[in-house]
């Protein structure tokens, strides 16, 4: 017996064998020689060359000794899948079997205006501040008034938002401040706003539908997953309320929905529905991602679908090196560089809208606040002399200015305390003086008559102007910070004595060269140590007790851990020696991307200590199997209340689909390896065909907030939820595939009653109007689910 | 060309021939490869090579080199290892688990007790009586009598034989004698290892354990071809044994687990293969002894280990507070037993907050009527959490009145009760608590609560006014179900929730403003379930309770057998276990020298462990920069290589062939083990040390090893048509030594910051600052 062992030989072979098969088109017929009983049959003829599978099938004797070096193996694997690979198979779709479907237009409008009127009906019950609407109502207002804000999402969904309401004729005068506020008596055309994530929301289900058909499932059966999205009630209760969540989900449907139309075009590359496809699918990923953080994920679902397709045609042995390079340029274009100049263009419109100063003001860094109309941070003068007024700003903590206050330490030496306040008050005022000398063993402070600039290596003393008392440091444990790297900072002094050298402070640059020796108010940053003790003035995001008003705490530190928290600036400097016409300083204007950067900073810092409590947060595992709800608004007199609670037969049936397909998917890669291959195949067809890609999506979007230790509710389950329900649907096709179609739709038909049944039993939940105390408690299925039903009337009807 | 003429005894018989275990030194996952008809020339080439010299026996190379590795590992950890004679770093906490080992007291550690164990061991073995608790560092040893050397004795043990296992390692992958050496010095020669080492830490034992799991493993996995031998199960069990030691001494070795465990899970994947021949039956019994000895085996050792924890600790110690009541009951001494009784009704009570130790207090202070945030409250009196003893905590616990309240259980007194007129509190019953000092009851309402507007607030009401009755009832809900009828102090924790408004009483750190005095918010929560809700009875007063102990009761001794049966060994495991994860999540109070996982590989900063400012001495953690920077550029080249074959195989070029077996499977084996040892740790909240990297460190170390000798010897035999590749080139030699030479004098050059013996000058010292991020505390 003789077979090909050299590897140049075995490629040839491979390219030769395949090169008839167009790409991706089924399993290759060496699939088929592995049918163990036709292998073990067949001899190989004399200088035949067989395939790895042929030779193991035909010599059952080596079994165990698997007998064929790696690089037959490697041959082999190739030889089975070089136009269409297992890994690539896994996200694109399942091999072609149809030709491309056609959307049903009817259908399209038909379930859009089902949808419309399930969803909307009522929208503009309670007329009531209702849940998040609080924030996103009130971040519409900071648009309309241009008032600076900071928030953990990005801007796109806010921004809409504040769009409809200015088409609506709003002035921002209404602040949103908490539930249950009256939206009638200020006439704040809220319908208007509840109308953009409503509408939004019921533009998903043809979407969906189309993103169905896209996946190949029949039409019947995309109707059902239309159905089903229209009457969930967590999708519906959630879009109809001033919230992010259905812009996000809209974005998001859509992006799939354009991925899932490339995946269909692989056959026409760079025709122009091509392009269109993948660019628009790099569009809306970036809008999508531009509404929520969220979005990211459906980026990497896409990344790694990405991943998978051009693996598989790295495979393809046709397309040249040259051309593979435009494919894998392309991708990068449309689905990396586009959605990019989305989020930033976004971000760019954000600070174009906000010109003013607002709540968001003191998160930011000076630079940026000066950008900021209204701002408080002004130029003044560059050259620090002795005898100056200044403040000085801690660098690098959003701690504000060194502060002292007429309170003292309860601990250590309970001398007068030192702080970081983050306003800058006449507190906050130090007078910079030149050190004490020493005559004949008595202290002096020299006088200052004249403009003399601060060096650096100088020796300084810090005098509180308001209370007269200097910055001083000594061997005390410090406050909070209790370790021997330590040293308490407080403010000593009395009235007629001098001080002693533990005042005394060297005024270090940090970019010092011996060109610049100079310190500059603004531009320079400094270290302040202490003469005596070698400690550098040092603040750390921790605060004092309640003792010391929970204002930072100040000390002077030892260790050489954080160097960039002893860093300070002078951020005012008056002085009346100086010449009125010197050199003023100010903050330089940060260009767009710095101010991006410094945004996204903050932000991830907000969102990093979103870590409070909430009465209806929930965690990751409870919102596949709906364990627990979120209290939107309950009206104060009256019975009515509005609660985010899913659909229990959708949420339940896409759980249940989730698990099928894992299972599926296993059976099959099981009999797979045990050389069952058509039986394999066949399981694996009961999956449906948008399975991986869906399972994947599911799996991306719901995983990751296992990893968040921020407060989580279930309305971020809502993503990873879509997902489920087309997998449900696909789920559904596959395992009536064999089924007449009159059956099929039968099926459907139950399915859909049932869906509509459930929905209209929970819908006085979803729309916030009022039900009996029984029906309330009928709905309570599970203990978890705590809607109140004790302040339901007996019979509202009555 | 074949996987099997790298063996070392296949050169010497034929080629075909598989000669049981001491044949296979290759981690691949084919079996012996039919020889190719081609290769006849090769054959006969070798033949006539065959007959001209003596066939080359690397075994004598790899004993010499064995002993040798083995004796500079003792040498470098054991050296001067008596200096200095103080607590070093965080010997402050693992001397004195020691110490409580040895006074047989309970105390709580995040680690499972397995280091700790062989610690006292050790201490028990010298005669040491636990009588120092290394309270701060530089606290001096020999003042104190304690065996330090003794101690510190065993970790640098355990260090010192990670050497000859990671050399046994490399000689099982099938690496040259050169090779293997090559790596025991990389692994000698690494400063931070031995640092770690020297001190009473548990790192070395940890990463002895973690490399013994990884040895055993590959020794079982050569023996696939033989299954269900002794030696197969042998080295199967071994491997069982050594996960759970390492599991045993830190929760990381949860991470060998893995590395091992996707190692299982790939070979089982093999093995399912119809292509293998195995039938099903074959394939369950594979599978079930894997269960058996890689499941079953590790969980029952590393029980063992703290069924040994709980039969040493029987006395109340400093980790009592940790526990729960029915743990704490068990131990001798507890306050549990001797201070607990039964509550009557109108007994005067305090009561202790769970989580914060606050009592439930109020005095005749109101709430604002307007707060800061514009809403407006009821005046009501206020309820606090007040940390500190107070008249104003104490409460009057009364029963419901039938009367007033009729769907209230009706109550029929027991004998015991009807013989001492009292009646006790039962579980679950409905009680009113009356504040003593201001006459009122403790109510709940629809108010939102100061601080937590979504919480109720919670005041009291004049004792007289019976319009709001059904607003004073609370039932009294067990955390943990007991049998026991009555309710005790001190040893049941319970929730207090109230009759109408199915809200339980909550307490939280937040303080109240001035108004409050600075004392912590106390409200109603809708959540029942939260662990801020959990409350207890700390002193009771009633004419019949003298000392703590009711008339009629037994009085204990605390000295004595706690009277009550203690919890089974598997209860007690558990809650310490879940305690354990919980404490170890809650690490994040900021440390000067704590670092992120991403600059680890890189030597970016080490760990201060111990300085003094005369001989300018310190023990600073840092490892040998040479070394580690280059195994983690080894280990970065690898995956680069890897990816790069992946797709030039895949548009058909193979530069590989017959050696991607090995270069798949025994580099990618360590590469996974580097990976699963070390990106976990960027999903950790907690606080993070550069020595978490260590385990990870040796595994790098190992992946550049095998890189190397894939590229010099494997690739080059390849291209050279050598059949045999344990004899390496003379270039590769050279190339390894002088590395080797080069990590010897990076060894050398930070050995005083390694064992802490000073330096002359502060230039010198300043010199060995490479990066200005490295803390040497004199420079």
């Known amino acids: 017996m003789q077979y090909g062992w050299n590897v140049r030989e075995r490629v040839e072979f491979a390219k030769e064998r395949f090169a008839t098969f167009a790409f991706c088109q089924g399993p290759p017929q060496a699939m088929a020689l592995n049918d163990e009983d036709t292998l073990r049959k067949r001899k190989p003829q004399a200088g035949e060359t067989i395939s790895y599978e042929t030779y193991v099938a035909t010599h059952p004797n080596n079994y165990v000794n698997l007998g064929i070096d790696s690089a037959i193996q490697s041959t082999a694997n190739m030889s ?541 595992d409870s919102w596949p199997v709906l364990g627990r709800g979120i209290s939107f608004w309950s009206a104060k007199e009256g019975t009515g209340q509005m609660y985010l609670v899913g659909n229990p037969f959708i949420w339940f049936s896409a759980l249940v689909s989730l698990g099928l397909y894992v299972t599926i998917e296993s059976v099959a890669a099981i009999l797979q390896k045990r050389g069952h291959q058509r039986t394999a195949e066949s399981v694996a067809k009961t999956a449906g065909g948008g399975g991986p890609l869906l399972f994947l999506g599911w799996a991306l979007h719901y995983f990751p907030f296992f990893l968040m230790g921020r407060q989580l509710f279930l309305h971020h389950y809502f993503p990873s939820f879509y997902f489920s329900v087309l997998l449900l649907g696909s789920l559904f096709e596959g395992a009536t595939r064999r089924f007449n179609h009159l059956f099929r739709s039968f099926a459907v038909l139950c399915i859909c009653t049932v869906a509509i049944y459930v929905y209209i039993n929970y819908s006085p939940l979803t729309y916030g109007i009022p039900m009996s105390k029984e029906h309330c408690k009928r709905l309570k299925w599970r203990q978890s689910w705590d809607w109140d039903c004790k302040k339901q009337l007996d019979d509202p009807i009555e | 060309m074949e996987d099997d003429t790298i063996s070392p005894s296949s050169t010497l018989s034929t080629l075909r021939h598989r000669k049981g275990h001491s044949t296979d030194t290759s981690l691949d996952t084919s079996t012996t490869p039919p020889p190719p008809q081609q290769d006849d020339e090769d054959q006969d080439e070798q033949d006539t090579k065959k007959q001209q010299r003596p066939p080359y026996n690397p075994q004598r190379g790899f004993d010499a080199m064995l002993l040798l590795v083995t004796f500079m590992a003792f040498f470098t950890r054991c050296w001067n290892i008596g200096d200095p004679a103080q607590v070093v770093f965080d010997e402050v906490h693992f001397g004195k688990f020691a110490s409580y080992y040895l006074r047989r007291e309970y105390y709580f550690d995040v680690h499972p007790p397995l280091g700790k164990l062989l610690l006292a061991a050790v201490g028990y073995a010298v005669g040491y009586d636990g009588h120092f608790l290394f309270d701060h560092i530089g606290d001096d040893y020999i003042e104190h009598g304690v065996p330090y050397v003794a101690l510190r004795l065993l970790p640098a043990t355990c260090g010192a034989l990670i050497v000859p296992v990671v050399f046994l390692i490399l000689k099982e992958l099938g690496l040259s004698v050169a090779g293997a050496t090559f790596g025991a010095f990389l692994i000698i020669l690494d400063n931070s290892l031995i640092t770690q080492s020297r001190l009473i830490l548990l790192d070395s034992m940890l990463t002895l354990f973690c490399v013994c799991s990884i040895y055993a493993w590959i020794r079982f996995y050569k023996k696939r071809h033989v299954p269900f031998s002794f030696e197969w199960y042998f080295w199967l069990s071994m491997t069982g044994i050594a996960l759970a030691c390492t599991t045993g001494v830190k929760m990381v070795g949860l991470f060998t687990v893995a590395a091992v465990g996707i190692a299982v899970l790939f070979d089982l994947w093999n093995l399912l293969d119809y292509r293998r021949g195995l039938s099903l039956r074959e394939f369950a019994r594979h599978f079930s002894a894997r269960a058996l000895c890689l499941i079953f085996l590790p969980l029952v050792v590393y029980l063992a280990f703290f069924y040994v924890h709980f039969a040493i600790l029987v006395k109340s110690g400093p980790g009592d507070a940790f526990m729960s009541p029915a743990f704490q009951d068990g131990l001798l001494g507890s306050e549990m037993n001797t201070n607990s009784s039964a509550i009557p009704f109108f007994s005067n009570i305090t009561i202790r907050h769970r989580e914060t130790t606050a009592y439930l207090h109020s005095h005749p202070e109101k709430y604002p009527l307007r707060y800061d945030d514009g809403r407006i409250s009821t005046q009501g009196q206020q309820v606090t959490g007040y940390p500190h003893r107070d008249l104003n905590n104490h409460w009057t616990i009364e029963p419901v009145d039938p009367a007033l309240y009729p769907s209230a259980a009706p109550y029929t007194p027991t004998d015991q009760e009807t013989e001492r007129n009292v009646r006790y509190v039962r579980p679950n019953d409905l009680v009113r608590l009356r504040h003593a000092r201001t006459n009122s009851h403790l109510i709940t309402h629809d108010v939102a609560s100061p601080l937590t507007p979504t919480h109720m607030e919670m005041t009291t009401i004049p004792a007289n006014d019976t319009n709001r009755y059904n607003e004073t009832l609370w039932k009294i809900q067990l955390v943990a179900d007991d049998s026991s009828d009555k309710l005790w102090s001190k040893r049941a924790h319970f929730r207090l929730v109230n009759a109408i408004h199915n809200v339980a009483v909550h307490c939280h750190k937040g303080q109240l403003p001035d108004w409050g005095f600075g004392q912590q918010e106390v409200n109603g929560n809708k959540a029942l379930k939260e662990a801020n809700n959990v409350w207890w009875i700390d002193q009771v007063e009633h004419a019949r309770i003298i000392n703590g102990t009711e008339i009629g009761e037994p009085i204990i001794d605390p000295k004595t057998q706690p ?62 920069p040479l070394i580690w920077w280059l195994s983690i550029t080894g280990t970065v080249m690898y995956a680069a290589m890897w990816i790069m074959d992946r797709i030039l195989l895949r548009r058909g070029i193979d530069d590989f062939g017959p050696i991607r077996t090995w270069w798949d499977n025994a580099i990618g084996f360590l590469f996974v083990t580097w990976l699963t040892h070390y990106l976990p740790f960027f999903l950790m909240g907690r606080m993070l040390f550069l020595h978490h990297y260590l385990p990870s460190f040796i595994f790098s170390v190992l992946v550049l090893v095998c890189t190397l000798e894939f590229c010099f010897v494997r690739v080059w035999s390849l291209s050279q048509r050598k059949k045999s590749v344990l004899r390496p080139s003379r270039t590769y030699v050279m190339l390894t030594s002088l590395i080797v030479v080069g990590a010897a004098w990076g060894y050398w050059y930070f050995a005083p910051l390694t064992y802490g013996i000073g330096f002359e000058s502060v230039p010198s010292l300043q010199s060995r600052k490479w990066l200005s991020s490295w803390d040497l505390q004199h420079a």
């Open chain 1, 80 to 620: 089975a899948p070089p136009t269409c690979a297992p890994a690539a198979e896994a996200f694109a779709h399942r091999p072609r079997e149809t030709p491309l479907p056609q959307t049903n237009l009817y259908v399209v409008v038909a379930v859009t205006l089902v949808a419309g009127l399930v969803r909307l009906y009522r929208i503009s019950n309670p007329s009531q501040v209702v849940f998040d609407e609080v924030h996103f109502g009130g971040f519409a207002s900071k648009y309309i008034q241009g008032k600076f804000f900071m928030d953990v999402h990005p801007p796109l969904g806010k921004l809409l938002i504040a769009a409809s309401a200015v088409l609506a004729g709003f002035d921002g005068s209404f602040d949103f401040k908490s539930i249950g506020l009256d939206y009638l008596e200020p006439k704040v055309p809220y319908v208007a706003m509840r109308m953009l994530p409503g509408i939004l929301g019921v533009l998903l289900v043809p979407v969906a539908y189309m993103t169905m058909r896209n996946l190949r499932v029949s039409n019947v059966v995309s109707i059902m997953t239309a159905v089903l999205l229209i009457f969930e009630n967590g999708l519906a209760c959630q879009s109809r309320a001033i919230l992010l969540d259905s812009i996000l989900l809209f974005f998001m449907g859509l992006a799939l929905m354009t991925w899932t139309d490339f995946l269909n075009l692989q056959k026409q590359p760079f025709s122009f529905a091509w392009w269109f496809s993948l660019a628009s699918t790099g569009l809306t990923m970036g809008l999508a991602a531009s509404v929520k953080w969220v979005g990211l994920f459906v980026i990497a679902t896409i990344g790694f679908s990405t991943i998978a397709n051009l693996w598989a045609l790295l495979g393809d042995l046709r397309v040249t090196p040259g051309q593979y390079a435009k494919h894998f340029f392309a991708r990068v274009l449309c689905l990396i560089i586009v959605p990019i100049a989305v989020y930033m263009t976004v971000f760019g419109i954000h600070f174009l809208v906000l010109t003013n100063t607002g709540s968001g003001t003191a998160f930011m860094s000076p630079e940026f606040q000066s950008t900021l109309r209204g701002s408080e941070i002004k130029d003044t003068f560059a050259e620090v002399g002795f005898g100056a007024d200044i403040l000085i700003r801690h660098e690098n903590t959003k701690g504000g200015y060194l502060h002292s206050h007429k309170h003292y330490y309860r601990t250590g030496s309970k001398q007068q305390q030192v702080t970081l306040y983050s306003f800058a008050d006449d507190n906050s005022l130090f007078q910079i003086l030149p050190a004490l000398v020493y005559e004949n063993g008595t202290a002096r402070s020299p006088a200052v008559t004249q403009f003399q600039p601060i060096k650096h290596g100088d020796i300084v003393r810090l005098e509180h102007v308001a209370s007269n008392m200097r910055l001083h440091s000594h061997e005390h444990r410090a406050p909070v910070t209790d370790n021997e790297d330590h040293y308490e900072v407080s403010a000593y002094g009395a009235p007629g004595f001098l001080g002693d050298s533990n005042d005394h402070w060297r005024v270090e640059l940090v970019d010092y060269d011996d060109s610049h020796p100079h310190l500059l108010a603004i531009e320079s940053r400094f270290r302040l140590v202490h003469v005596n003790l070698h400690c550098t003035l040092f603040s750390r995001a921790v605060k004092l007790p309640e003792w010391g008003f929970g204002q930072q705490e100040v000390t002077c530190a030892n260790h050489k851990g954080r160097k960039d928290l002893t860093y300070w600036r002078i951020d005012l400097n008056q002085n009346l020696l100086q010449n009125p016409f010197s050199r003023r300083a100010y903050y330089k204007k940060p260009s767009f991307l710095s101010k991006f950067i410094e945004s996204h900073k903050v932000m991830w810092k907000i969102n990093d200590g979103l870590n409070g409590y909430h009465p209806f947060q929930s965690r990751p």
């Open chain 2, 563 to 624: 009277q009550k049966p203690t919890l089974p060994f598997l209860s007690k495991f558990v809650e310490l276990q879940s305690l354990m994860f919980a404490h170890n999540a809650g690490l994040t109070k900021p440390h000067p020298y704590s670092s992120t996982p991403i600059t680890w590989p890189f030597v970016l900063r080490g760990i201060s462990f111990w300085e003094r400012k005369a001989g300018l001495r310190q023990i600073y953690l840092l490892g040998n």
